[in-house]
């Protein structure tokens, strides 16, 4: 870049003025050119440090601003650097200023963070325990206590990395931690245990091919702060939602170059053929309400990054967390498509799952299909084709909007959560809305054409307890998170089976793993796209604790020592996984029909019932009813191969019984049946005969069962 005004400097170092685009820290091979956005800003200050972080050896006014973004080019300087912002304006809180050039501040851009916060009230932009609150205003240096922002270099050899190819019916997404999942593996070197590194060793990248997943679904790796509260309780933000840099992850998960780990660790998986996805919060930021600390947007200009109530003095918090940021403003909105660019370019990320979505797509107020933010990434070439995963909810007025995200858009499924939950927890009445869950949910997909595929089906998540707490706990017990057990959700359709937490009871647990299978095998059998969480399929317990997001540690680690009840479940979850890919007929990329399909006029789905005679309409409103036949016909499938020739499958009859008892379930005459699953049997294999015999099958209490048609002469 060539000078092409007078030069601006303090001590050695030359300020030239730069380029307004693009924003962040972005060096070439003369140096480095520096972009902030601030509408309301007065001044702004580059503050550059020395190598270590602690000294700050220049100050330099970026005096060029172009449509409000503050720039300019510091020659001779190198990616590692490391810097910060002050900024000055007004501090008029009543009006939504909240500028303080006493905080340092953290580039929005920033590609990597340096060091951690060290909470005190030298954070905050007013005085702690002043009487006007958020209304003074605070001069300490926060300096001492914040970390830098450091200049990256983005070159990176991928040799020729690319995005798996899959279809969105193929996908099975694995819920994951990154820390977590290989903190305690025998198996990972030490350094890498609980990294992005721990994700690319031999034995970690064995197990999840085994078990047959696709995608992983990573929760936040996006830098994250850990509340002062947390701190303060000897706890940690270990979930990971309290964003503050969406461009660099979080250095907790790296070594000495996260970006570079972070690179690798996308790489490696690539080269096995697994997607990687990232939950990301764009929802709100780690700053919090308007009595939050002052680390980046709130600094740099809170009346354009957060939504403001009428009163600007206070935010609107739609998201439960104390802000919301402001996707209205199109250089908010710039901020998040900028992010969610860089990590699919430079990162090679093949796809984002929305933390409470709705708020993303919330106009004035209220959720718009249409909204900014919505429309963007329909029609933006670099992220449309990638996966796009909605939670579909936030905590405003109209925030809940399963099957309201527009075309492109997969959402997570909680009514098919609590269906499952319920329906085999021996509920009544559920019938109907169990066989809509097994079926893609058309009642909330249908309507826009999406397909099963819009519906992420799972059991647990990382909010809630893990499948053996589901099973093994009527209660929460989070005593552990330091809030008197009142965190978390209370309503968990939970059913401890006879115990509360772990017994020596042979019955009551050989029951709890039946269920277990049950659940699994219900999912990966369901259309849509299933969500395991990881460590369900080895029976990982946080011991009844519902909300473990700030345990950062053995409660929350996994681990890897199993026993024959482990190794078990792990073996029947292959087993489904593998069933599930073989057979085009658990995954269809449209909905049944359940109308009489192809020559043979049987229809593509039929209901039975205990008798083997099909459900009348109104049947399926029985409050009695917990026992009912799903019947596949493999025949016809609305789908082709990709030489464009139809599809063909065999045709499956599975059994549900959720009653207690053995239910003799009548089979459809003319045809022979062989056994593939059932859950009964500790190992969820079926007896040595596989064939059935008879023209009935004894389909036990609590249990689910496979049956592959073995003979398609007769006409049913």
């Known amino acids: ?29 003369e140096g480095v050119n520096f972009a902030i956005f601030s509408r309301h800003a007065e001044k702004v200050e580059l503050c550059l440090f020395e190598d270590g972080g602690k000294r700050e050896v220049a100050r330099l006014p970026l005096r060029e601003r172009t449509d409000f973004v503050w720039h300019g080019y510091v020659p001779r300087l190198k990616p590692g650097a490391l810097y910060a912002y002050r900024v000055h304006g007004p501090y008029a809180p009543e009006h939504g200023h909240r500028f303080n050039p006493h905080k340092l501040l953290l580039d929005p851009y920033a590609k990597a963070l340096v060091g951690e916060i060290k909470w005190s009230d030298a954070h905050f932009g007013y005085r702690i325990g002043d009487k006007k609150e958020d209304l003074s205003s605070d001069k300490r240096e926060s300096a001492p206590v914040m970390p830098r922002c450091q200049v990256v270099d983005d070159r990176f050899d991928w040799d020729g990395d690319f995005h798996p190819v899959r279809s969105c019916n193929e996908r099975i997404v694995y819920e994951m931690h990154v820390g977590g999942y290989t903190r305690l593996h025998p198996d990972v070197p030490p350094q890498n245990q609980g990294k992005f590194l721990g994700l690319t060793q031999q034995h970690v990248i064995d197990h999840l091919k085994s078990l047959g ?7 936040p790796v996006q830098a994250f702060i850990d509340d002062r509260v947390l701190v303060q309780r000897g706890l940690r933000n270990y979930w990971g939602y309290n964003t503050l840099g969406y461009f660099a992850p979080d250095a907790r998960f790296g070594g000495q170059d996260p970006v570079r780990d972070f690179k690798q660790m996308v790489k490696t998986l690539h080269e096995n053929d697994l997607e990687v996805v990232l939950d990301v919060v764009y929802n709100h930021t780690g700053e919090g309400n308007e009595k939050g600390p002052t680390l980046c947007f709130r600094g740099i200009d809170n009346h354009t990054y957060y939504r403001l109530g009428e009163d600007k003095r206070y935010t609107a918090d739609f998201t439960g967390c104390g802000n919301s940021l402001d ?25 984002f799952r929305f933390d409470l979505a709705t708020t993303l797509g919330r106009d004035s107020p209220g959720f718009d299909v249409f909204a900014p933010f919505l429309a963007v990434l329909r029609q933006d070439p670099i992220l449309a084709p990638r996966l796009l995963i909605a939670e579909p909810w936030d905590l405003g007025e109209g925030g809940y909007q399963v099957g309201g995200f527009p075309p492109g858009w997969a959402e997570w499924n909680d009514q098919y ?5 319920a329906y085999w927890k021996g509920d009544g009445g559920l019938i109907g809305d169990f066989a809509r869950r097994l079926t893609g949910s058309h009642d909330l997909f249908g309507h ?4 099963p595929c819009a519906s992420v089906n799972f059991i647990t998540a990382h909010d809630g307890f893990t499948l053996n707490d589901l099973v093994s706990y009527n209660e929460k017990h989070n005593e552990a998170n330091g809030e008197d057990n009142r965190d978390g959700n209370d309503n968990n359709v939970s059913w401890n089976h006879g115990a509360e937490g772990p017994t020596d009871d042979p019955e009551i647990n050989a029951l709890r793993e039946r269920s277990k299978r049950n659940f699994l095998g219900t999912m990966l059998l369901s259309q849509g796209v299933p969500m395991l969480t990881a460590g369900d399929e080895v029976g990982r317990t946080q011991h009844g604790n519902n909300n473990a997001y700030c345990q950062d540690n053995e409660l929350n680690w996994h681990d890897w020592y199993w026993d024959d ?16 890919k073989e057979h085009p007929i658990f995954r269809r990329r449209d909905f049944f029909r359940g109308v009489p399909v192809g020559d043979a006029s049987r229809k593509d789905v039929a209901w039975l019932k205990p008798d083997g005679q099909e459900m009348t309409n109104e049947e399926w409103d029985k409050e009695f009813a917990r026992c009912l036949g799903m019947w596949l016909n493999g025949d016809w499938l609305p789908e082709s191969d990709d030489r464009g020739k139809a599809l063909r499958d065999a045709s499956y009859l599975v059994l549900f019984n959720a009653h207690h008892d053995r239910i003799d379930f009548k089979l459809p005459a003319g045809f022979g049946w062989r056994t593939e699953v059932d ?38």
């Open 679 to 716: 859950t009964f049997s500790e190992t969820g294999e079926p007896a040595d005969e596989r064939a059935v015999p008879g023209d009935s099958y004894p389909l036990e209490g609590r249990s689910l069962v496979v049956l592959r048609q073995a003979d398609d002469n007769a006409t049913p």
């Open 565 to 580: 009840p482990k190794w078990r479940l792990l073996n029947f979850t292959k087993k489904m996984i593998r069933m599930r």
């Open 417 to 421: 959560r609590d269906t499952m939950r």
């Open 1 to 29: 870049m060539t000078k092409t005004a007078a030069q601006h400097s303090t001590s050695q170092y030359e300020l030239w003025p730069g380029s307004p685009f693009p924003l962040g820290a972005n060096p070439d091979d």
């Open 448 to 451: 826009n054409e999406r397909g």
């Open 213 to 219: 997943v696709t995608t992983l679904e990573l929760l």
């Open 327 to 351: 996707l209205r403003h199109p250089r908010v909105l710039q901020l998040v498509v900028d992010s969610l660019r860089y990590w699919v370019t430079e990162m090679h990320v093949d796809g």
